[in-house]
């Protein structure tokens, strides 16, 4: 009756008071929570690009070597990405995302015991099976709290860690790295890899206490709230429950599924290509010590947090998803292929900080699609199908950079290359049939 009764009253609009009210909660107590612990995921999956800055020339690591280990780590988090998050949506967010984050903070500290070549492939690939299932966790823990016409402020917001982790990780790994060298014997580089892994043994502990796995258990949210949120949430459920699959195995039949796993590679292949390179690249300039480098480093991303922001918001606004993902990659692959080809370095800094705009803001917009037409066990599995196989975008990419930079002694070439592959996603996602949201009215 209480169902009948908020459906009737037409209360089942987030732009109503109470619905302002309630996703304002969420906003505060599960977005940025999330959002910070992902800064804390991003940094240590990427700060192995600024320990490169040192460890290479300590371990005698090639280019080649650096970018094959730096890319691995997406091996392992392809393995078990699907079981991951199939174990997440059974046992519930609460204990398995603090399982995830204790263990991915052991593994990051213990980088620190590098020693050469294939120790830091094994490392790196043990980093990729720890943290597996964090993100599309998450992804999908969000799904159980947001309506679908504020998923996509809700994604971007936790999204937007990807490139504030790098804001402050950048300068924070340069200091690191140049103040703590020598302490106690060891190098500036392993120094950093303990002190940003134990954080995520920390708020792993904590997040087992702070997170609430589902709507009706949020004590947070006084009971006319709580019964707005899940009348809301249950009234969609119902709406789309001709268009979503439901079985797990259905994900693999519906070449949807398919189609969105290559866009998120191809995308994958640009971003980490950068991301994984992009201290050496500035490094390359000249003249910069490891924080002035750091500092440097942070520019593109703070440039991609504001295009991740403005594409997420024109998105909700208009309920509008698969050409918002598609122009932004292209945006992206533009102007990356443009920093290629100018004579100037500065000026190609700058043309990686426009690019970033387009490259970063498909995160936020995309992981809408999927869930038009996904929902329960096959929503758990086809996020972590598509963030599972999608990261050997994230192999391919840092790999790629580092074969043709030991072979052309350029980053040039290798920036032209990484260029194509969001360019590709825009092609693929052109042609996707997939329901958009309907635009608020």
Same mark, same amino acid.
């Given at each position: 009756?209480?169902?009948?009764?908020?459906?009737?009253?037409?209360?089942?609009?987030?732009?109503?008071?109470?619905?302002?009210?309630?996703?304002?909660?969420?906003?505060?107590?599960?977005?940025?929570?999330?959002?910070?612990?992902?800064?804390?995921?991003?940094?240590?999956?990427?700060?192995?690009?600024?320990?490169?800055?040192?460890?290479?020339?300590?371990?005698?690591?090639?280019?080649?070597?650096?970018?094959?280990?730096?890319?691995?780590?997406?091996?392992?988090?392809?393995?078990?990405?699907?079981?991951?998050?199939?174990?997440?949506?059974?046992?519930?967010?609460?204990?398995?995302?603090?399982?995830?984050?204790?263990?991915?903070?052991?593994?990051?500290?213990?980088?620190?015991?590098?020693?050469?070549?294939?120790?830091?492939?094994?490392?790196?690939?043990?980093?990729?099976?720890?943290?597996?299932?964090?993100?599309?966790?998450?992804?999908?823990?969000?799904?159980?709290?947001?309506?679908?016409?504020?998923?996509?402020?809700?994604?971007?917001?936790?999204?937007?860690?990807?490139?504030?982790?790098?804001?402050?990780?950048?300068?924070?790994?340069?200091?690191?790295?140049?103040?703590?060298?020598?302490?106690?014997?060891?190098?500036?580089?392993?120094?950093?890899?303990?002190?940003?892994?134990?954080?995520?043994?920390?708020?792993?502990?904590?997040?087992?206490?702070? /997170? @609430?796995?589902? +709507?009706?258990? &949020?004590?947070? =949210?006084?009971?006319?709230?709580?019964?707005? #949120?899940?009348? $809301? %949430?249950?009234?969609?459920?119902?709406?789309?429950?001709?268009?979503?699959?439901?079985?797990?195995?259905?994900?693999?039949?519906?070449?949807?599924?398919?189609?969105?796993?290559?866009?998120?590679?191809?995308?994958?292949?640009?971003?980490?290509?950068?991301?994984?390179?992009?201290?050496?690249?500035?490094?390359?300039?000249?003249?910069?010590?490891?924080?002035?480098?750091?500092?440097?480093?942070?520019?593109?991303?703070?440039?991609?947090?504001?295009?991740?922001?403005?594409?997420?918001?024109?998105?909700?606004?208009?309920?509008?998803?698969?050409?918002?993902?598609?122009?932004?990659?292209?945006?992206?692959?533009?102007?990356?292929?443009?920093?290629? /080809? @100018?004579?100037? +370095?500065?000026? &190609?800094?700058? =043309?990686?900080?426009?690019?970033?705009?387009? #490259?970063?803001? $498909? %995160?936020?917009?995309?992981?809408?699609?999927?869930?038009?037409?996904?929902?329960?066990?096959?929503?758990?599995?086809?996020?972590?199908?598509?963030?599972?196989?999608?990261?050997?975008?994230?192999?391919?990419?840092?790999?790629?950079?580092?074969?043709?930079?030991?072979?052309?002694?350029?980053?040039?070439?290798?920036?032209?290359?990484?260029?194509?592959?969001?360019?590709?996603?825009?092609?693929?996602?052109?042609?996707?049939?997939?329901?958009?949201?309907?635009?608020?009215?």
């Amino acid at each position: 009756m209480a169902h009948a009764n908020v459906a009737s009253a037409g209360a089942l609009d987030a732009g109503t008071e109470i619905g302002k009210r309630v996703i304002g909660k969420l906003h505060r107590k599960i977005v940025w929570y999330c959002f910070f612990l992902f800064m804390i995921n991003y940094l240590d999956r990427v700060n192995v690009g600024f320990a490169a800055l040192t460890m290479n020339a300590d371990l005698g690591l090639s280019a080649k070597v650096y970018g094959l280990g730096a890319g691995i780590f997406f091996l392992g988090y392809i393995a078990f990405e699907i079981p991951s998050n199939m174990i997440l949506h059974k046992v519930g967010p609460r204990i398995w995302i603090a399982r995830i984050m204790v263990t991915w903070g052991i593994v990051g500290c213990a980088m620190a015991s590098i020693q050469g070549e294939w120790s830091f492939y094994a490392l790196r690939f043990l980093l990729g099976l720890a943290e597996a299932g964090f993100a599309p966790g998450v992804l999908l823990y969000l799904t159980y709290w947001f309506p679908k016409k504020e998923r996509g402020k809700a994604v971007a917001g936790f999204m937007l860690a990807t490139v504030l982790s790098s804001v402050v990780g950048a300068p924070l790994s340069g200091y690191l790295l140049s103040s703590t060298h020598g302490w106690f014997g060891l190098a500036g580089w392993q120094w950093m890899f303990i002190l940003e892994g134990v954080p995520a043994i920390i708020m792993g502990v904590v997040t087992f206490f702070y /997170l @609430v796995d589902r +709507p009706e258990q &949020g004590n947070w =949210l006084n009971q006319e709230e709580r019964r707005w #949120l899940t009348t $809301t %949430l249950a009234t969609e459920q119902e709406k789309n429950a001709v268009h979503a699959q439901h079985e797990f195995r259905e994900i693999f039949r519906d070449k949807r599924m398919w189609i969105l796993t290559l866009i998120y590679m191809f995308n994958a292949v640009a971003i980490y290509g950068v991301v994984l390179w992009l201290p050496q690249i500035v490094k390359s300039l000249g003249g910069l010590n490891n924080f002035q480098t750091g500092i440097v480093s942070a520019i593109p991303f703070i440039c991609a947090a504001v295009g991740l922001v403005l594409v997420a918001r024109s998105s909700d606004r208009t309920g509008e998803r698969k050409m918002h993902t598609a122009c932004a990659g292209l945006f992206g692959g533009v102007f990356l292929a443009a920093s290629a /080809l @100018v004579p100037s +370095p500065v000026l &190609g800094l700058v =043309l990686i900080c426009i690019a970033a705009m387009g #490259l970063w803001a $498909t %995160l936020g917009v995309f992981w809408t699609l999927p869930t038009q037409f996904l929902s329960g066990a096959a929503a758990a599995g086809g996020i972590a199908m598509i963030n599972g196989f999608a990261q050997i975008g994230g192999f391919i990419g840092p790999y790629l950079v580092g074969w043709i930079r030991e072979t052309t002694h350029s980053f040039s070439m290798a920036l032209l290359v990484l260029a194509v592959s969001p360019m590709i996603g825009f092609v693929l996602c052109s042609m996707l049939k997939i329901r958009n949201d309907r635009a608020p009215e």
